[in-house]
């Protein structure tokens, strides 16, 4: 098994920035993708960014040039940098591992980003 755990949601002016962290233990894959995804109030959950073991990364473009995805992978712990954020952010955000051979993934219990305007 795999756990995961966030940290560092908020709320914050629009303009601001926030850092999440997610920390993962157990069982974790060796050759994974971790990634951050949200779901706003009513909304489906989207993929925010995703980032491999290798370290090549992907965004939404919705968040190009503002969120910076990053890894490291002593402390098994991956981030999010967000910045420039505007109120279309708010979501609660969950961070994921993916198992890239067995395509298993592990999620976090999310943490709510909400951004006023």
């Known amino acids: 098994q795999v756990q995961l755990v966030e940290s560092g949601g908020g709320l914050v002016q629009a303009g601001g920035s926030l850092r999440l962290s997610c920390a993962a233990s157990?069982?974790?894959?060796?050759?994974?993708?971790m990634g951050w995804y949200r779901q706003a109030p009513g909304k489906q959950r989207e993929l925010v960014a995703t980032?491999?073991?290798?370290?090549?990364?992907n965004y939404a473009d919705s968040v190009k040039g503002r969120f910076t995805i990053s890894r490291d992978n002593a402390k098994i712990t991956f981030y999010l940098q967000m910045n420039s954020l505007k109120p279309e952010d708010t979501a609660v955000y969950h961070c994921n591992i993916e198992n890239v051979a067995t395509r298993q993934a592990y999620w976090g219990q999310g943490t709510q980003v909400t951004v006023s305007s």
């Open positions: 157990g069982r974790v894959p060796r050759i994974n993708v």
């Open positions: 980032i491999t073991s290798r370290g090549s990364t």
